[in-house]
């Protein structure tokens, strides 16, 4: 069956340092795979979008891989700061999916202490 | 730019009563999406539609839940008869499409947080 797999445990990090977060998925053929953040009632909101054929995308402090081989992809955020403290979630399309049809990990939570 | 707009914030009735969720998209936006998210679940898309016509409505729980987009600018997704396992926070995205490259970011309202007794 398909399976998008992010850490269940929250990362806890030091302000500055650099977080990674993973996505593992399985019995998927992804056609793109997208970053979403998520703060406390409110909804998600998008921050990266990385295509198959890419390894790499990055905006400000945000770079995003993605390894179809290993079936992954990882979310760094550098020089971390308290604002970044939100539950991230990614979401891949299958290629034999209907165009809308996204589908999301569970999330991490980051929690940045000063 | 106003944001996707869901009303309303919270709700709260009892099992067997009739929910209406409502949802204004962001203009110009051509599809909208209906998710449901639940700590057991995650997010899971409901349904979604394009230019006001349900594309795939294979996320929807079961013949209690309707959705409908009378026109570009309003949707509703209704739960009749409500049952407590309905309770969960309901959002609603809309997005540009894009047919060549099929890639565009979702845009989420807030949401509704409904909880049935």
């Known amino acids: 069956s398909q399976k998008i797999e992010q850490n269940s445990e929250a990362l806890n990090i030091q302000e500055g340092k650099t977080a990674t977060l993973t996505c593992n998925y399985t019995?998927?053929?992804?056609?793109?795979l997208q970053w979403y953040r998520q703060d406390p009632g409110r909804g998600p909101v998008f921050l990266l979008l990385?295509?198959?054929?890419?390894k790499e995308k990055r905006k400000e402090r945000l770079k995003v891989t993605f390894d179809t081989t290993l079936k992954q992809s990882l979310f760094h955020i550098t020089a971390s700061q308290p604002a970044d403290s939100a539950t991230y979630l990614c979401?891949?399309?299958?290629?034999?999916?209907?165009?809308?049809?996204?589908?999301f990990g569970a999330g991490t939570q980051v929690v940045v202490t000063p | 730019d106003a944001g996707v707009i869901q009303s309303p914030r919270h709700e709260v009735t009892e099992m067997g009563q009739e929910v209406t969720l409502r949802c204004k998209p962001i203009?110009?936006?051509?599809?909208l999406f209906w998710y449901r998210q639940t700590m057991m679940r995650g997010l899971e898309l409901l349904i979604y539609?394009?230019?006001?016509?349900?594309?795939?409505d294979s996320g929807m729980p079961e013949d209690r839940f309707s959705a409908k987009m009378p026109n570009a600018s309003f949707s509703t997704l209704k739960i009749q008869p409500s049952e407590p396992r309905d309770s969960a926070v309901y959002f609603c995205?809309?997005?540009?499409?894009?047919?060549?490259?099929?890639?565009?970011?979702?845009?989420f309202g807030d949401g509704t947080r409904l909880s049935i007794l």
């Open positions: 995205a809309s997005s540009l499409g894009s047919r060549a490259e099929g890639n565009q970011p979702q845009h």
């Open positions: 019995n998927y053929s992804p056609a793109y």
């Open positions: 990385i295509r198959e054929n890419e």
């Open positions: 979401a891949l399309r299958m290629t034999t999916d209907s165009w809308g049809k996204l589908q």
């Open positions: 203009s110009g936006h051509d599809y």
């Open positions: 539609f394009n230019n006001n016509v349900p594309i795939d």
